[in-house]
């Protein structure tokens, strides 16, 4: 069975403890999942929802196939949108994003000339390199 190994299960009730995540401000429901299955996913509640009392936050986790391993994602997801909330800009997984969005951006124009302007000095350059033709 896919279980967190304790050392993963300790250090997420250590990161719940200090972003101020409580057990007893958690409301925990098992439902039954959506999504590709078949008759498996129709009769199992291996599905987790997870809510936050106090904030509202409300996470559903259906990853894994074990219901202990939704668990641990959820909570873990928990956290994540927590850090997110309270670091803003500085989370992890709002970098990820504006890097992914930087890397996609279009070039402006004037790096793209002077681009094509370094490209066209290197082929000038190539080309004296050659010998002299007949």
């Known amino acids: 069975m896919n279980l967190p190994s304790p050392e993963k299960s300790a250090a997420l009730e250590k990161r ?3 972003l101020g995540i409580y ?3 958690l409301l925990e429901k098992f439902v039954r999942g959506s999504g590709a299955g078949g008759q498996k996913i129709n009769k199992t509640s291996s599905c987790v929802f997870l809510k ?6 409300a996470i559903k986790c259906q990853i894994e196939r074990s219901r202990e391993m939704n ?4 909570r ?3 956290c994540d949108q927590f850090d997110s909330i309270a670091n803003g800009k500085a989370s992890a997984k ?4 504006e ?9 402006s124009r004037r ?6 302007a370094d490209k066209r000095k290197l082929s000038i350059k190539k080309n004296l390199r050659k010998p002299p033709s007949e």
Request: no cysteine; charged share 35%; hydrophobic share 30%.
């Open 16 to 18: 719940m403890a200090s």
């Open 23 to 25: 057990p007893a401000d």
């Open 52 to 57: 936050h009392i106090p904030s509202g936050i």
């Open 71 to 74: 668990r641990f994602l959820a």
């Open 76 to 78: 873990r997801e928990l």
């Open 94 to 97: 709002t970098q990820a994003i």
């Open 99 to 107: 890097k992914t969005r930087r890397q996609k951006r279009r070039r």
């Open 111 to 116: 790096s793209k000339q002077r681009s094509v």
